[in-house]
């Protein structure tokens, strides 16, 4: 690949701190994917390995895409990819937790709470959490539901942000933040902040643990500077302190996180606070035509305060007249009915890109709008009258859906507050393709379930999880026998799939913490959540737990759309106050805490300059056809008037104000592009994969959940208890049966038992540990590795990462890889067999050397039952041809095998093509 001359200077630059401006597509992550493999050929002779690299991504997607160019170049340039599992490449809160987890073994037995999984804990322990020790400045005490998001804002200021401890002085949220982070303690939760606090506190206090850190890294690179806030800053200049060489990416004008804490100031200031900056520009756009560059550009340049840089056009793209509209509509109504119209007009319209013409295809364009909660109705509205496939990202609509409304009537039905009557209804309005007796089946089948609450004292046995695929399996639905509309037979049924696969996160959200609630109030208390509440937990850039991407128009925020291009975008509703938005009402942050406690507090809510940069990123997202509307939502009142941003973005010369007759051109039959999001899976969910690879699509690329198992956590707490004694054998502290009395105490975690049935598995644990360290304590100081990462790159742009729980000599010298199992729900024998054999090409990869011997332990039952096998040239061959053709199969959809199988977790809504 040719790079341009800015390009060339920031990949050759590699000692010395570096700070390299990117504008919106110049390429900074071909251009980091390339430094990197320059620093793994120049310097390994000084003894520069993969490990002495860190990458920090803003997302773990960004992460897969970095991860996976850095593959492709290394096999291209150095002829190998050895050694880069040692690499880490991901965001800052998954190195913190490695680092957590790898050196302080207490953390091993944490879980990682999400922001709604965080929210929900708040909740049902209001008074514990420390909730209701504040108040607002008038004396209002906080309140459960209606103020827990307000409480997570002021705990992650506390901890984040840079505090004036004095303005702070004795405030009570102090003793609150005390109370909540003994909850988390007590339940063994580490929400995203902890996991930085405690990762910084830990690089602080432990004069060992920095002394590793400064063997360990000696390249940092971050991505997305300009979205770092002050405690990220801290353990970025903490590492950098420990020798790293530091290269930040970023650009000024994308900073659209500040109500996150994030600072503009921290990307401006960058050179004056690290010593001997060298700072290169990344100017050209390879993304968009001339015109949506220029016109972008303009835009954002009204900004004071900006790096010195001028975004232009590499021409990529051709521009005409036409590509650009800037509209107004007379209703919301009309606006939304024109881009339903524009977008079947753009179908099968004809599209170059990278030497390849296509007609472009529903999912090629997006509708971004600064928030989908309050102007996505009319649109969607459209598109459903249109018949046009629509997919709304994260959670946002995803209750405004007929099939979700239609999963919150089983859980309503349950609680008591809808009558049979109303469930048929709600299920045959979603138009699935069930008939009335299907339905009624199922009915049928929840009176059951209810009536037997009563007869059952295993939590699992009703769980919200197995009453929604139950029900899903009683009813027969099946993702092929979903109507389509003619001419897209995928799209529909993948469509309602990937939002039933939403609605089973949010049930696994909810459960996670309500698991141990009875029945009757657990359902009562779901259905009241979906009713009040679960609509407004989750944030509107919320990931999705899948990865499917149907082929299908995708609407979403502008803050979800950063990272992400299309050929077509239309961002419409560029009405004052909602674009730029107005700020919103309610209880604010400063309204409990002292305003000059927090430095630089003002900033979080925003302001013109944070609202032009975020309109900057939406412009950008275009890589041809940018069409911005604005309608009055009505005749007055707040969102009567259009966007002063209209203004700014007609001053371009490039933008018609009026839709000329579409050209005279013969349309392609459209061909969606190959989907770009990165998958990146771990070694466990690929054994789905062999399993059933449908089982894999309705788990990982939708996101149903199969639902807790009382005994979850007892194979991980024996991993993770050997995992502490390997690692101290390594650093030749040998442990005896005497020891195990300690690791239970620091391991054993089972969140979803019984008090009987954890004491049970207490001693079957003990007896597992003692049996292990008795016949192999001889063996401890021939280990070579522990819990040692692995990673294969199946195909582009997908990523399989492992851990190998052992690797060790033998007393005859051979190299012998261990994988460990318990009984408690083993996976199948084949499969773990073929995942040694994927674990000896890892290590392969990983060192350049083959292992000689691979091995099954069972820790229920010793040594004696082990099953070993021969590591052969032949076979190793033989898997990597499998996992790239597994590598295939997932990256084109490949993924209804009709085959005979034995039941899973998802029999119950398997493809009825499938043999059974």
């Excluded at 890294?217 to 020798?243: C, F, M, S, T």
């Excluded at 540990?769 to 790159?793: G, Q």
């Excluded at 408690?824 to 090409?841: F, G, K, N, P």
């Amino acid at each position: 690949m040719q790079y341009t001359e800015r390009q060339q200077q920031a990949i050759d630059h590699l000692d010395g701190n570096l700070q390299v401006i990117a504008c919106a597509g110049s390429g900074k992550t071909q251009v980091l994917a390339q430094r990197i493999v320059n620093i793994l050929s120049t310097k390994a002779a000084e003894g520069i390995t993969p490990a002495n690299i860190v990458a920090f991504t803003f997302t773990e997607k960004a992460a897969g895409e970095l991860k996976d160019r850095i593959h492709r170049l290394c096999r291209e340039q150095l002829g190998r990819d050895v050694g880069l599992a040692e690499m880490f490449v991901g965001t800052i809160h998954g190195f913190s937790l490695d680092l957590l987890q790898t050196y302080l073994f207490r953390f091993l037995k944490y879980s990682v709470l999400s922001e709604v999984q965080q929210r929900l804990l708040i909740d049902r322990y209001c008074i514990q959490c420390g909730l209701r020790d504040l108040a607002t400045h008038d004396g209002k005490r906080l309140e459960r539901w209606k103020d827990s998001k307000l409480y997570m804002k002021i705990l992650s200021l506390v901890r984040e942000a840079q505090i004036d401890e004095a303005a702070l002085g004795d405030h009570p949220v102090r003793q609150a933040l005390a109370k909540y982070t003994a909850l988390l303690h007590e339940h063994r939760y580490l929400d995203y902040s902890m996991i930085l606090t405690e990762a910084v506190g830990a690089l602080m206090a432990d004069a060992g643990l920095r002394q590793k850190m400064a063997e360990r890294v000696k390249y940092l690179i971050v991505d997305e500077y300009q979205d770092v806030n002050p405690l990220q800053e801290a353990l970025i200049r903490l590492l950098h302190g420990l020798g790293a060489q530091l290269c930040v990416v970023g650009d000024d004008d994308q900073t659209i996180y500040q109500w996150n804490g994030s600072d503009i100031a921290n990307i401006v200031g960058f050179a004056d606070r690290y010593p001997g900056v060298t700072r290169v520009a990344l100017a050209e756009n390879f993304r968009s035509s001339e015109g949506v560059v220029e016109s972008a550009r303009q835009v954002v340049e009204r900004n004071d305060g900006r790096l010195e840089k001028r975004m232009q056009s590499a021409g990529t793209q051709a521009f005409q007249h036409g590509d650009l509209l800037c509209l107004k509509f007379d209703s919301p109504a009309s606006e939304a009915q024109w881009i339903a119209r524009k977008i079947q007009e753009m179908r099968g319209m004809p599209f170059t890109e990278n030497g390849e013409t296509r007609g472009l295809s529903w999912s090629d364009c997006a509708i971004l709008l600064r928030s989908v909660k309050n102007s996505a109705g009319p649109v969607l509205d459209a598109l459903r009258e249109a018949g046009i496939p629509y997919v709304v990202k994260g959670m946002a609509g995803l209750f405004d859906t007929a099939e979700a409304q239609a999963a919150c009537a089983v859980f309503h039905y349950l609680a008591g507050i809808t009558t049979a009557a109303a469930l048929e209804q709600a299920w045959q309005q979603a138009d699935l393709g069930l008939t009335l007796v299907q339905i009624r089946q199922g009915i049928t089948w929840l009176d059951a379930e209810k009536a037997d609450w009563p007869n059952r004292w295993q939590k699992s046995t009703y769980s919200l999880q197995g009453t929604y695929t139950g029900f899903l399996a009683a009813v027969e639905l099946r993702e092929d026998a979903i109507p389509h509309q003619e001419g897209d037979e995928r799209a529909r049924g993948e469509i309602v799939f990937y939002n039933l696969g939403k609605f089973s996160q949010v049930i696994t959200d909810y459960e996670t913490i309500h698991f141990h609630t009875k029945p009757d109030d657990l359902y009562t208390s779901f259905s009241g959540y979906l009713i009040h509440n679960a609509p407004d937990y989750y944030p509107e850039g919320w990931e999705d737990a899948g990865f499917a991407q149907p082929d299908a128009v995708q609407v979403m925020t502008v803050h979800r759309a950063k990272g992400t291009e299309f050929p077509v975008v239309f961002l419409p509703n560029l009405v004052k106050n909602r674009f730029p938005a107005k700020g919103q009402g309610g209880r604010k942050w400063s309204s409990v805490l002292p305003e000059a406690a927090v430095v630089g507090g003002h900033r979080l809510n925003g302001g013109e300059a944070d609202e032009r940069r975020l309109l900057y990123v939406a412009l950008t997202r275009a890589k041809k056809y940018l069409y911005c509307t604005w309608a009055p939502e009505a005749a007055k009142g707040m969102f009567a008037r259009k966007s002063p941003f209209l203004r700014e973005i007609t001053a371009s010369a490039y933008v018609l104000t009026r839709e000329p007759a579409p050209p005279a051109i013969e349309k392609l039959p459209p061909r969606p592009r190959q989907a770009q999001s990165e998958i990146l899976l771990t070694f466990s969910e690929l054994k789905y994969f062999y399993e059933c690879p449908y089982q894999f699509k309705l788990r990982f690329m939708y996101g149903f959940n199969p639902g807790f198992h009382e005994k979850l956590g007892f194979g991980k707490s024996l991993h993770d208890a050997l995992a502490e004694v390997h690692h101290k054998a390594l650093d030749g502290e040998y442990l005896d049966a005497r020891a195990v009395p300690q690791l239970l105490d620091t391991h054993l975690h089972l969140p979803y038992a019984w008090q009987q049935l954890r004491d049970d598995m207490r001693v079957q644990a003990d007896r597992a540990l003692r049996r292990y360290l008795d016949e192999n304590s001889h063996l401890l100081d021939k280990i070579e590795y522990a819990e040692k990462s692995i990673e294969l790159k199946l195909a582009d742009g997908v990523v399989v990462h492992g851990r190998i729980d052992l690797i060790r000599r033998t007393d005859t010298q051979q190299i012998i890889i261990i994988d460990f199992k318990s009984t408690e729900r083993a996976q199948e024998e084949d499969v773990t067999s073929r995942q040694l054999h994927i674990y000896a090409l890892g290590y392969q990869q990983l060192t350049g050397h083959s292992a000689d011997l691979i091995e099954i332990y069972n820790l229920d039952q010793g040594a004696g039952t082990a099953q070993r096998e021969l590591v052969e040239e032949p076979l190793l061959r033989e898997t990597e041809a499998l996992v790239v053709a597994t590598g295939r199969d997932i990256r084109d959809n490949r993924l209804c095998r009709v085959a005979h199988c034995s039941g899973c977790d998802m029999q119950g809504i398997c493809r009825s093509d499938i043999g059974q």
